[in-house]
């Protein structure tokens, strides 16, 4: 058995969707003509948007930055490699993208490299010494009050 209905909404976007057998299956056309097939849960998850990423940094010679996470099934393609543009000062990328959280990063993958890196765009700052204060308490039975029963101090990068 095979039926189906169309939508059409205010915003020119079609909508339609058809029942075969017990699965329900809705097809999304947006308004860029972008076509996708996906098997809804009924939370609206088959709605993309265009998501605009922007980098503020002076251009990076000798590579390119990349979005880089699970959206992006961590590859370093086209679909994801970011554009400076000289007018904004700003790298620029505009994602078709599914509506739900996503955690990212910026990459820079030198030319002729296979391993990018967040250190061209973030910094490095290995050398930094981080002071840490250890106290240590204890709680006797039947008592209200902690024990200070020791502390110590360490340092990293020493």
Known sequence: MLFGFFYKQKTHCELSACLVGFGLFFF???EDGIRDFCLSRGLGDVYKRQVHFTLDSDPIPGG???IDGEMTNHR????????YNPASGKYEKTL????GSYNYQYLFLPDGGSAASA??????YYETVNEYL????HRPQGVRYDKLIGIGMGYSGR
């Open 119 to 124: 250190g061209p765009i973030e910094g490095n």
């Open 28 to 30: 999304f056309q947006a």
């Open 134 to 137: 250890v106290k240590v308490y």
């Open 96 to 99: 078709l993208l599914k509506q």
């Open 64 to 66: 390119k930055i990349y």
């Open 76 to 83: 370093y393609t086209p679909y994801n490699d970011m554009v």
